[in-house]
């Protein structure tokens, strides 16, 4: 057994062995892959081989279309047979917002180059002559679809891996994982020890189990997945024996189940809900091709609704019934990348499609091993979009939720109840008795909008929905009442939204941003270690306050933070969903002789925003500091006191009103909202949202991390030139960002004003097109501005299309939109309410 390597990779099943090839693929051939039974003996050899195109996530849909390019090219390379059927899959819509997904989806499929057909129901009718189109609106068909025999696709990864020179150990356990003083790695087993640079964690059922080896809290826990194989239909046999094509994969979205050609019989597998988590603390130590009881009850109705749309399913007897482990996240999509707080350890774990992600995940750790970036933007899986609240019950609650919501409609503003409330900031009950709507981010709950009164609830007539399996129109309950009728378009939360948004701009609002990540950087070498990280200059004096951004070795956006800078060090804001995240990166680039402390604050720090043109007068009339503009300067920030609260007071916002972020110690919250409301109410002081907020936002043009800042653009790009200080020395990605200044841009960041808009408005990823309809781009956050009266999006487009009065289209749920490229911050582009 070898003894040295550059990565030890954990665990023989597709995912695993995928990731050894890529990395052998990539040069590295002195690679190892362990495997405690044989390949494929955990998930891997009971999964359906199902290669699905279609997720609204964007990095999920660019590892699944490399999977599915890649699958044949592998079958050439190795001459092994992966068994890959690409007979197309067909979606069907029984529902009007069913349709609206998939026209939603086909946008965002368009900008990553993925092909969608659109069918009516005699089309699905010719391609899938079993089944019944009574109730069809329509179907979608990805002709290049298809499923795979997974066992098969293992091997012939296996025998990539190994043709490059790596090595698999099969029947060997890993019994001890430890990081040495020199940050090498030791991954001891049952027949001797490998010394490594890298260790990747491809463990399947095994995951938490293998992550507490090294003190990691993996949030997978598998559920259970029961498919059924009946035996030959006569009329498939027919069909095969006058050599007409397979009919495909069939999903039934809205009944909750697919279904293909299995042997000349028919194969379907449900999404069911009540289906149990199952290895909470991972398989028996000698599990190998293990199974579970089937329990046929719990799909009782997907059965009777498969026999109602495919007859023949109810015609023939059933040869076999699987009931297997997935592996589930709570948001359901998998986690692929570094593990927070350990250098050089990667996960690659929590794949519900294992099969079809699995070439594609190989693929971009790889990139991230070997070149130190992933080449795409993997945002939506990085394993730190979780935290340390994503613990056992939790992951149990959300993991089962997320499974029984495989099939459900993905609104956009969707908020799922399973696992909440967790985190809360003091302040949540008198939101809530103000009608507060909420959401949730990083285990924290946070008002997306405000209800008028808190016995508001969407009206019977409007709670209608066609009687289907699949179906979540309706928010979760809050106090018995149901607040929102989710739409792909504007719900009935639109007008109430514009309602806090005018008052504003009119008068004053209180928005709870607790949810902030937040930190305390501090020592002798802050300073210069922080210029040394951000490509911007930090606050040069105690009081000032600073945009900055850590990019990538290419020059793409990695993190940003507000810097706020006190006499005794410095205070980093960045996005609540990003914690884990956006601190990981920055610990792992802490100098290491410790002249540079960082400490995180998020909990102990509440932060409530206050802003609108009559903010000033509330806080003067609280305060004995001088909040007049000469005196108290934008992007500035100082301590204050608040009534008898101690805050400090920074001058900055999301939303491009005078204002101010009241940063202040969590346990006076409840007084300090108290007081602030208190004293607001002759200035017409009413809470706002995340969605408000959002919609100012986008009014001024304003970035998000993950939307217009991502690693897949340069920050010049992103249009961050004044935060970009090219004359400073040398910060992490200055040679990319000059490079890119020098040859020039391949994207431009717009604002675009969308014609024509009535019912929707632009959410983000839609496709943009010129006049003929040729793809130039994508959009990247949209929302409707209430202040300016316009639909408006933010898109990343060719530059040649970037200038002012360019006339392009966005498709919105199918449908071409005028979009007219207009300058940026359409809202007070000057700045005066900011600096008034």
Request: glycine content about 10%; charged content about 25%.
């Amino acid at each position: 057994m070898k003894t040295e390597a550059r990565a030890v990779v954990i665990g023989g099943g597709v995912v695993g062995v995928s990731t050894l090839y890529h990395l052998a693929r990539k040069g590295w051939s002195d690679v190892v892959l362990v495997e405690r039974r044989e390949l494929t003996s955990g998930s891997t050899w009971h999964a359906a081989g199902l290669l699905p195109l279609f997720n609204l996530s964007y990095s999920v849909s660019y590892i699944h279309k490399y999977s599915v390019g890649f699958y044949p090219k592998l079958q050439e390379e190795t001459g092994m047979n992966v068994g890959f059927s690409r007979c197309s899959n067909i979606r069907l819509a029984q529902t009007p917002d069913r349709w609206d997904e998939y026209m939603y989806y086909k946008g965002i499929a368009e900008t990553l180059g993925i092909e969608v057909e659109v069918l009516t129901p005699d089309q699905v009718k010719a391609i899938w002559p079993l089944c019944e189109t009574d109730g069809l609106i329509g179907a979608i068909r990805h002709p290049d679809d298809g499923y795979i025999q997974p066992a098969d696709l293992t091997q012939a990864l296996a025998k990539g891996a190994r043709d490059r020179g790596a090595t698999i150990h099969r029947n060997t356990t890993v019994t001890g994982i430890d990081q040495r003083g020199d940050g090498r790695w030791v991954v001891t087993t049952d027949k001797g020890a490998i010394t490594c640079d890298h260790v990747v964690s491809a463990t399947g059922n095994f995951a938490r189990r293998t992550g507490a080896m090294v003190g990691l809290n993996v949030p997978v826990i598998p559920v259970e997945h029961q498919f059924i194989v009946t035996e030959p239909h006569p009329a498939i046999r027919e069909r095969h024996a006058q050599g007409l094509p397979e009919m495909g994969v069939l999903r039934d979205s809205d009944s909750a189940w697919y279904m293909r050609e299995e042997a000349g019989g028919l194969l379907l597998g449900p999404y069911e809900a009540g289906a149990p988590a199952c290895y909470v603390d991972g398989p028996a130590a000698d599990s190998e091709y293990e199974l579970f009881q089937e329990d046929l009850e719990r799909i009782t109705a997907h059965i009777e609704s498969a026999i109602v749309r495919v007859p023949a399913f109810g015609e023939v007897g059933v040869k076999q019934v699987y009931n297997g482990a997935i592996a589930y996240t709570p948001d359901g999509s998998p986690i692929i990348g570094p593990a927070p707080g350990l250098k050089n350890f990667w996960l690659s774990e929590g794949h519900s499609f294992g099969v079809t992600a699995a070439g594609g995940a190989g693929w971009q750790l790889a990139e991230w091993i070997v070149e130190g970036e992933p080449s795409i933007d993997m945002m939506g899986v990085d394993p730190r979009r979780f935290g340390p609240y994503a613990d056992e019950g939790y992951l149990i609650e959300k993991n089962e939720e997320a499974y029984a919501n495989v099939f459900t409609p993905h609104y956009p503003e969707e908020e799922r109840p399973a696992g909440r409330p967790l985190k809360t900031s003091p302040s949540h009950d008198r939101q809530k008795a103000l009608g507060a709507v909420f959401g949730s981010v990083y285990g924290w709950e946070r008002a997306n909008w405000f209800a008028p009164s808190p016995d508001y609830q969407v009206p019977e007539e409007d709670r209608a929905y066609p009687d289907v399996i699949a179906r979540n129109h309706l928010s979760h309950p809050q106090d018995g009442r149901i607040k929102e009728r989710l739409r792909f378009g504007r719900s009935n939360a639109f007008a109430h939204i514009g309602a806090e948004v005018r008052n504003v701009h009119d008068n004053v609002g209180l928005l709870d941003m607790t949810a902030f990540a937040k930190c305390w950087v501090s020592g002798p070498g802050a300073e210069d270690w922080l210029n040394r990280v951000f490509a911007n200059r930090v606050p040069a004096r105690a009081g000032r306050i600073a945009l900055c951004h850590v990019l990538t070795k290419q020059g793409g956006v990695r993190s940003e933070f507000t810097v706020y800078r006190r006499p005794d060090g410095f205070y980093l804001v960045s996005a609540g969903a990003l914690e884990t995240h956006d601190h990981d990166v920055m610990n792992k680039l802490l100098p290491e002789d410790g002249s540079v402390r960082m400490q995180p604050v998020t909990a102990q720090w509440g932060v409530l925003v206050l802003a609108g043109p009559r903010s000033r007068q509330v806080l003067q009339k609280l305060t004995r500091a001088d909040m007049a503009n000469e005196a108290f300067r934008w992007l500035s920030g100082r301590p204050i006191s608040v009534g008898r609260a101690r805050c400090h007071a920074l001058r900055v916002n999301f939303v491009g009103e005078l204002g101010w972020e009241l940063h202040h110690p969590i346990e006076m919250q409840n007084y300090l909202y108290d007081t602030l409301m208190q004293a607001g109410a002759e200035f017409g002081i009413r809470p706002f949202g995340i969605r408000a907020m959002t919609s100012m936002a986008v009014e001024k043009s304003y970035r998000l991390p993950g939307r217009e800042l991502s690693i897949e653009y340069n920050a010049l790009e992103s249009g961050l030139d004044r935060f970009v200080k090219l004359d400073k020395p040398g910060f992490i990605g200055k040679a990319a960002v000059e490079k890119a200044a020098a040859e020039g841009l391949r994207w431009r960041l717009v604002t675009l004003e969308v014609h024509d808009v009535d019912r929707y408005d632009p959410r983000g990823s839609e496709a943009i097109t010129d006049g003929q309809g040729a793809l130039i781009g994508r959009a990247t956050s949209g929302a409707y501005g209430w202040r300016v009266g316009k639909s408006l999006a933010l898109a990343m487009v060719r530059p040649e299309f970037a200038g002012q009065g360019t006339e392009l289209r966005i498709k919105l749920l199918g449908q071409p939109h005028r979009a007219t490229v207009i300058a940026e911050s359409p809202f007070d582009p000057k700045n005066i309410a900011l600096r008034s």
